[in-house]
């Protein structure tokens, strides 16, 4: 799941405008809680099930705190041993809105000698969902204090899709939601997962 620094930010995306939070902000990569990401697992495999059954009410909802989403995100970083993304700590704000924070290792990658082997991003974004499909629109984008213009995003993106030779994509674009899922809302603190 977690291969490129797009696909990463894919994954969270409605931000509020404010500054971007300091490097000490930034969280310890073991530092969650398995109960919190074994609950996240637990409606994952809860809408994969319920999904295929015929539903003809109102869409079900389960809802995720940010602390669960978070607890679930770094599960999956050191279950995966991902290689680049070590942090990704997200804050879900209403109207679809995120900010975050990403610690990025690149040391041991094929990398140009002018990027910072490690680095911190921190980003802002808001989330649009649609016909089963969601598109993140990048407001800020920070590597460490630096500011930076969002489309260096999509640039990465086509870079890893050259690299991995398959169809380059753009941030911008819609996608799929996971299976199952027909909607999400973002609301201070937790996100809502209609199915």
């Known amino acids: 799941m ?37 609950k996240v697992l637990r409606a994952i495999d809860q809408i994969r099930a319920e999904s295929p059954q015929p539903w003809t009410g109102l869409l079900r909802e389960v809802t995720i705190t940010e602390s669960e989403l978070n607890s679930y995100i770094a599960y999956r970083i050191e ?44 980003f802002a974004a808001d989330l649009a969902v649609s016909n089963q499909a969601v598109r993140i629109s990048l407001k800020k984008l920070f590597v460490g204090n630096e500011p930076i213009q969002p489309f260096i995003i999509d640039t990465i993106m086509a870079i890893s899709a050259a690299l991995d030779k398959r169809e380059s994509r753009s941030l911008n674009d819609w996608y799929e939601l996971p299976y199952g899922i027909k909607n999400v809302e973002f609301l201070k603190g937790m996100a809502l997962i209609y199915y």
Do not use: C, W
């Open 79 to 122: 279950h995966e041993r991902e290689e680049i993304m070590k942090v990704l700590k997200l804050k879900l704000f209403a109207g679809n809105r995120v900010e975050g924070v990403a610690h990025v290792d690149l040391r041991g990658q094929k990398v140009p000698s002018f990027i910072k082997p490690e680095m911190d991003i921190f």
């Open 2 to 38: 977690f291969r490129t620094l797009g696909v990463y930010l894919l994954l969270v995306i409605p931000l509020s405008l404010q500054p971007p939070p300091s490097p000490q902000d930034v969280p310890a990569p073991s530092a969650y809680s398995v109960d919190e990401a074994r």
